[in-house]
């Protein structure tokens, strides 16, 4: 729900009803001008259009004053060069007309404004017989507050008001008050029914102009699927003949970069295929798909209306229909079967060049809040709001493990494409739509599963190739998907150009590779269906914090920038992944662990297992509230992190709920631009008195001195093996309060790891200055990881044989992913060449289990 409200200026102007697509005369403006303005030789007045739901532009062509005898037109031309408008605006939007007036002017002639081109509604719909025009001059406050469609966060954003504005202040009724110079606040959505609240800008002048809101919770208009969907995607085709695809080739046009198949179908053919195959119960429709079969758009309803007959889901990609059509599908679909649209990879500048960066509008500021902040409610947000103009229900699927973000900015569901850049890790980025999902709600996700396109790099013959898919889509099911795509594959090949071994060509339908392809869905959605999924989500006792304004794309790449800065990294290389982003490395070798040969001779990038169980990415940021942390009994932090008073009060309560921490001195700096190297006490949390988790006060640096030996033996840290590297770190000097127990110290006797009891909790806490990605404190780190986890292991979990605790590296159970439900236990073997074997512990019993490879093992708990 999206609601403006607008305080009253000096109104200079107003028509409703305005008509649009016509040049529109105002007359009188003569007397808009004051002296002031004749002294300075301009008029600056601010234009602004109420489209309502609908955005709206201004055509090219002149905006000037006129009289009978000349023509004053704009001092800074609106209108790029060639542009036919100036692009979509969105209702209330202002745009400041100044124009030049002469020393001369006459005041005895009647001055009107003239806007030649006229107004035009963007999108056309139903408001635009009703669009209202405004002109006013000075200070305006504009409220423009937002709720998405799950009701989860109230966005309440004042970048429309004019004027020259130095503050904001907010205020919602009953929850709280916000200053600040920025131009947007969001709190998670109260549990209120209807929210109350002000928006009040300040001037240089001192002058205060304040817009009253009103914002009523939202209630999700689809219910989602209960049962686990499986799909497969239909791509456009056109039927060409023989004689068609000679000239096209001779022509130099080519088909997915190679040369046309011969063999070609109708969509239709397609979907027919795929129900009487019974490759799933989910048809994916890409764009033009409708287009090459030839179907009206009664056809395109009728044919997901026959698929709703036969209980098979249907939805699209990248699609963009007006309301009313979409309406008709979803009716199609019984209200039930038609799901609407996923807007695919919206979110991909965060993961590609500084080009798409650019594209897409970026704003360089180098600051981590505004980054973020424009990320989920100016870029996500209104994406999500442009699709759901159309649809009910958006989708997004994103190379990137950034789930919590995008579901912040007001997407319904996520759907990760799976093998791919940050998603390449299937584990990882799994755990953290799921972390989002269960923060954000409704607790559902899904895998896109870019097999094809992913791993050109294995030949289709190998025999590594569809185990690969395999072990996917079984994982998928045991970490608790609801949604499982296969993207490419089963139609035909796409990436064939590009996979090796192909002879840089495609192959068709009724060859051996899509055949494969085919082979493996039918044969994961038979098992899916004769096996229902345990009720509820798999036990997850530890979690890994997403830190506040921490862009990790679920990958570390060395020339990417966190939140795409690329012109900021220009000029502060801090802002290229770094230390920080290695905090993440290590922490993703500990809890998803990918085997070097569970793809044989073929770098693995992709598969992982959990041999400490299944652990969430859940973001902890100022929106977090302690019930959103309940589920973990352990939370560690990795990569970047800004404390906050907000943040540090819900990790103070979630720790006095019994709660446990691991966390590092960098996870405490308040910095927001980046700098973590050249960082002192005052840039701490408290500048440097850390009682609110723990007691501890920093007080400077030194250097670790000596060998570093353990002191307390909790977490079983081995004296030098990891602990070596650590000799001549920065170390912070404390001053501890009572009930710290060093862990470990160095030569001087300085603590290097402490640990504290904090409520019914505990904060363990490393006192590096550096983060825990640096070379000297990694190894430390992933065993404190390991140690942390492993000690709230349920009864339930694996060993190497022989063995009482799990571990990260053990070389077998690394490569085993297991789930632990309610009534059920889910066993998968990631290799793809090699079984593996291992003990399963249930609570007094141990029992041997070997897995051959890619088994999937369902027990009983």
Same mark, same amino acid.
């Given at each position: 729900?999206?609601?403006?409200?607008?305080?009253?200026?000096?109104?200079?102007?107003?028509?409703?009803?305005?008509?649009?697509?016509?040049?529109?005369?105002?007359?009188?403006?003569?007397?808009?001008?004051?002296?002031?303005?004749?002294?300075?030789?301009?008029?600056?007045?601010?234009?602004?259009?109420?489209?309502?739901?609908?955005?709206?532009?201004?055509?090219?062509?002149?905006?000037?004053?006129?009289?009978?005898?000349?023509?004053?037109?704009?001092?800074?031309?609106?209108?790029?060069?060639?542009?036919?408008?100036?692009?979509?605006?969105?209702?209330?939007?202002?745009?400041?007309?100044?124009?030049?007036?002469?020393?001369?002017?006459?005041?005895?002639?009647?001055?009107?404004?003239?806007?030649?081109?006229?107004?035009?509604?963007?999108?056309?719909?139903?408001?635009?017989?009703?669009?209202?025009?405004?002109?006013?001059?000075?200070?305006?406050?504009?409220?423009?507050?937002?709720?998405?469609?799950?009701?989860?966060?109230?966005?309440?954003?004042?970048?429309?008001?004019?004027?020259?504005?130095?503050?904001?202040?907010?205020?919602?009724?009953?929850?709280?008050?916000?200053?600040?110079?920025?131009?947007?606040?969001?709190?998670?959505?109260?549990?209120?029914?209807?929210?109350?609240?002000?928006?009040?800008?300040?001037?240089?002048?001192?002058?205060?102009?304040?817009?009253?809101?009103?914002?009523?919770?939202?209630?999700?208009?689809?219910?989602?699927?209960?049962?686990?969907?499986?799909?497969?995607?239909?791509?456009?085709?056109?039927?060409?003949?023989?004689?068609?695809?000679?000239?096209?080739?001779?022509?130099?046009?080519?088909?997915?970069?190679?040369?046309?198949?011969?063999?070609?179908?109708?969509?239709?053919?397609?979907?027919?295929?795929?129900?009487?195959?019974?490759?799933?119960?989910?048809?994916?429709?890409?764009?033009?798909?409708?287009?090459?079969?030839?179907?009206?758009?009664?056809?395109?309803?009728?044919?997901?209306?026959?698929?709703?007959?036969?209980?098979?889901?249907?939805?699209?990609?990248?699609?963009?229909?007006?309301?009313?059509?979409?309406?008709?599908?979803?009716?199609?679909?019984?209200?039930?079967?038609?799901?609407?649209?996923?807007?695919?990879?919206?979110?991909?500048?965060?993961?590609?060049?500084?080009?798409?960066?650019?594209?897409?509008?970026?704003?360089?500021?180098?600051?981590?809040?505004?980054?973020?902040?424009?990320?989920?409610?100016?870029?996500?947000?209104?994406?999500?709001?442009?699709?759901?103009?159309?649809?009910?229900?958006?989708?997004?699927?994103?190379?990137?493990?950034?789930?919590?973000?995008?579901?912040?900015?007001?997407?319904?569901?996520?759907?990760?494409?799976?093998?791919?850049?940050?998603?390449?890790?299937?584990?990882?980025?799994?755990?953290?739509?799921?972390?989002?999902?269960?923060?954000?709600?409704?607790?559902?996700?899904?895998?896109?599963?870019?097999?094809?396109?992913?791993?050109?790099?294995?030949?289709?013959?190998?025999?590594?190739?569809?185990?690969?898919?395999?072990?996917?889509?079984?994982?998928?099911?045991?970490?608790?998907?609801?949604?499982?795509?296969?993207?490419?594959?089963?139609?035909?090949?796409?990436?064939?150009?590009?996979?090796?071994?192909?002879?840089?060509?495609?192959?068709?339908?009724?060859?051996?590779?899509?055949?494969?392809?085919?082979?493996?869905?039918?044969?994961?959605?038979?098992?899916?269906?004769?096996?229902?999924?345990?009720?509820?989500?798999?036990?997850?006792?530890?979690?890994?914090?997403?830190?506040?304004?921490?862009?990790?794309?679920?990958?570390?790449?060395?020339?990417?920038?966190?939140?795409?800065?690329?012109?900021?990294?220009?000029?502060?290389?801090?802002?290229?992944?770094?230390?920080?982003?290695?905090?993440?490395?290590?922490?993703?070798?500990?809890?998803?662990?990918?085997?070097?040969?569970?793809?044989?001779?073929?770098?693995?990038?992709?598969?992982?297992?959990?041999?400490? %169980?299944? @652990? +969430?990415?859940?973001?902890?940021?100022? &929106?977090?509230? $302690?019930?959103?942390?309940? /589920?973990?009994?352990?939370? !560690?932090?990795?990569?970047?992190?800004?404390?906050?008073?907000?943040?540090?009060?819900?990790?103070?309560?979630?720790?006095?709920?019994?709660?446990?921490?691991?966390?590092?001195?960098?996870?405490?700096?308040?910095?927001?631009?980046?700098?973590?190297?050249?960082?002192?006490?005052?840039?701490?949390?408290?500048?440097?008195?850390?009682?609110?988790?723990?007691?501890?006060?920093?007080?400077?640096?030194?250097?670790?001195?000596?060998?570093? %030996?353990? @002191? +307390?033996?909790?977490?079983?840290?081995? &004296?030098?093996? $990891?602990?070596?590297?650590? /000799?001549?770190?920065?170390? !912070?000097?404390?001053?501890?309060?009572?009930?710290?127990?060093?862990?470990?110290?160095?030569?001087?006797?300085?603590?290097?790891?402490?640990?504290?009891?904090?409520?019914?909790?505990?904060?363990?806490?490393?006192?590096?200055?550096?983060?825990?990605?640096?070379?000297?404190?990694?190894?430390?780190?992933?065993?404190?990881?390991?140690?942390?986890?492993?000690?709230?292991?349920?009864?339930?979990?694996?060993?190497?044989?022989?063995?009482?605790?799990?571990?990260?590296?053990?070389?077998?159970?690394?490569?085993?992913?297991?789930?632990?439900?309610?009534?059920?236990?889910?066993?998968?073997?990631?290799?793809?060449?090699?079984?593996?074997?291992?003990?399963?512990?249930?609570?007094?019993?141990?029992?041997?289990?070997?897995?051959?490879?890619?088994?999937?093992?369902?027990?009983?708990?």
């Amino acid at each position: 729900m999206l609601v403006y409200s607008v305080a009253r200026a000096e109104i200079l102007f107003e028509r409703e009803n305005i008509r649009l697509v016509a040049p529109i005369e105002i007359e009188n403006v003569g007397e808009w001008i004051r002296s002031e303005d004749r002294v300075r030789g301009t008029l600056a007045v601010y234009l602004s259009v109420n489209s309502h739901s609908d955005g709206w532009t201004i055509s090219q062509g002149e905006i000037a004053l006129q009289d009978s005898a000349a023509r004053y037109p704009l001092k800074t031309p609106l209108f790029k060069d060639k542009a036919a408008n100036l692009g979509r605006l969105e209702s209330h939007q202002p745009l400041q007309l100044v124009f030049t007036l002469p020393e001369n002017l006459d005041r005895s002639k009647p001055l009107k404004l003239l806007i030649q081109g006229g107004i035009y509604a963007w999108s056309g719909g139903k408001d635009s017989d009703r669009f209202c025009l405004t002109i006013w001059r000075g200070p305006r406050a504009v409220a423009v507050a937002t709720v998405d469609a799950q009701g989860r966060v109230l966005t309440v954003d004042a970048s429309k008001s004019t004027g020259e504005i130095v503050g904001y202040e907010f205020e919602i009724l009953g929850i709280g008050r916000h200053a600040t110079p920025n131009t947007r606040w969001s709190i998670r959505m109260p549990p209120v029914d209807k929210a109350e609240g002000k928006v009040t800008v300040v001037t240089t002048n001192g002058t205060r102009q304040t817009a009253a809101f009103e914002v009523v919770r939202t209630s999700p208009a689809v219910k989602l699927p209960e049962e686990v969907l499986v799909g497969v995607c239909i791509y456009p085709e056109t039927r060409l003949t023989a004689e068609e695809i000679d000239k096209l080739e001779a022509d130099g046009k080519t088909e997915w970069d190679g040369p046309y198949r011969r063999e070609r179908h109708s969509p239709a053919f397609y979907i027919d295929r795929a129900v009487e195959e019974e490759l799933g119960n989910l048809i994916v429709m890409w764009p033009e798909v409708a287009k090459t079969a030839c179907w009206s758009v009664e056809q395109e309803t009728a044919c997901i209306g026959t698929l709703a007959d036969q209980a098979i889901y249907s939805m699209t990609i990248y699609q963009r229909v007006d309301r009313a059509t979409a309406e008709r599908f979803g009716k199609a679909g019984r209200g039930r079967f038609f799901l609407g649209n996923n807007m695919g990879e919206f979110a991909s500048y965060m993961y590609q060049s500084a080009r798409s960066a650019q594209v897409s509008n970026v704003p360089q500021e180098g600051h981590l809040e505004a980054c973020r902040d424009w990320f989920v409610h100016g870029y996500i947000a209104q994406g999500a709001r442009n699709y759901r103009r159309s649809y009910d229900l958006v989708f997004s699927t994103s190379g990137s493990a950034l789930a919590a973000y995008e579901l912040q900015g007001g997407i319904d569901v996520m759907v990760s494409e799976l093998y791919a850049i940050g998603a390449a890790n299937l584990a990882y980025a799994t755990a953290e739509m799921r972390g989002a999902a269960r923060k954000w709600k409704p607790v559902y996700w899904g895998g896109w599963l870019a097999h094809e396109w992913q791993t050109t790099g294995i030949p289709f013959q190998a025999k590594e190739k569809f185990p690969l898919l395999r072990a996917g889509l079984y994982q998928q099911f045991l970490m608790g998907s609801s949604l499982i795509v296969l993207e490419s594959g089963s139609q035909t090949t796409q990436a064939g150009f590009y996979t090796k071994g192909s002879g840089k060509r495609n192959f068709t339908y009724s060859q051996e590779p899509p055949a494969r392809y085919r082979a493996e869905m039918k044969d994961f959605y038979r098992y899916v269906k004769k096996h229902p999924r345990a009720a509820g989500m798999p036990e997850t006792r530890v979690a890994v914090a997403l830190g506040h304004c921490d862009s990790f794309v679920g990958i570390f790449l060395d020339w990417l920038p966190q939140w795409a800065q690329f012109e900021t990294a220009k000029k502060n290389h801090n802002w290229l992944y770094g230390t920080p982003e290695r905090s993440w490395q290590v922490a993703q070798r500990v809890f998803f662990p990918m085997p070097a040969k569970a793809v044989g001779e073929y770098k693995n990038a992709w598969l992982a297992g959990s041999p400490l %169980g299944q @652990v +969430d990415i859940v973001q902890i940021d100022r &929106t977090t509230v $302690v019930e959103d942390l309940h /589920t973990y009994r352990a939370i !560690a932090y990795a990569g970047w992190n800004s404390m906050n008073a907000k943040i540090a009060d819900t990790l103070r309560t979630y720790l006095e709920r019994g709660g446990r921490l691991l966390i590092c001195l960098p996870h405490l700096s308040t910095r927001l631009d980046r700098e973590y190297s050249e960082y002192g006490v005052a840039d701490l949390f408290g500048n440097g008195d850390l009682s609110k988790l723990l007691p501890v006060r920093v007080t400077g640096r030194k250097t670790v001195e000596g060998k570093v %030996g353990v @002191v +307390d033996k909790a977490f079983g840290v081995p &004296t030098d093996e $990891v602990t070596a590297p650590l /000799t001549g770190a920065n170390l !912070a000097q404390i001053e501890a309060g009572p009930g710290v127990v060093t862990v470990c110290s160095d030569a001087s006797g300085a603590p290097v790891v402490v640990r504290c009891p904090v409520g019914a909790g505990e904060v363990v806490m490393v006192l590096m200055w550096e983060y825990p990605g640096h070379p000297a404190i990694a190894k430390l780190y992933a065993h404190l990881l390991n140690a942390f986890a492993a000690s709230e292991r349920g009864d339930v979990f694996i060993t190497e044989r022989g063995e009482c605790a799990p571990r990260c590296d053990g070389p077998e159970t690394a490569s085993i992913s297991y789930a632990v439900y309610a009534d059920r236990i889910y066993l998968l073997n990631m290799d793809t060449r090699a079984p593996r074997t291992f003990d399963l512990h249930q609570s007094d019993r141990v029992r041997t289990v070997t897995l051959k490879p890619v088994e999937f093992l369902e027990a009983e708990r």
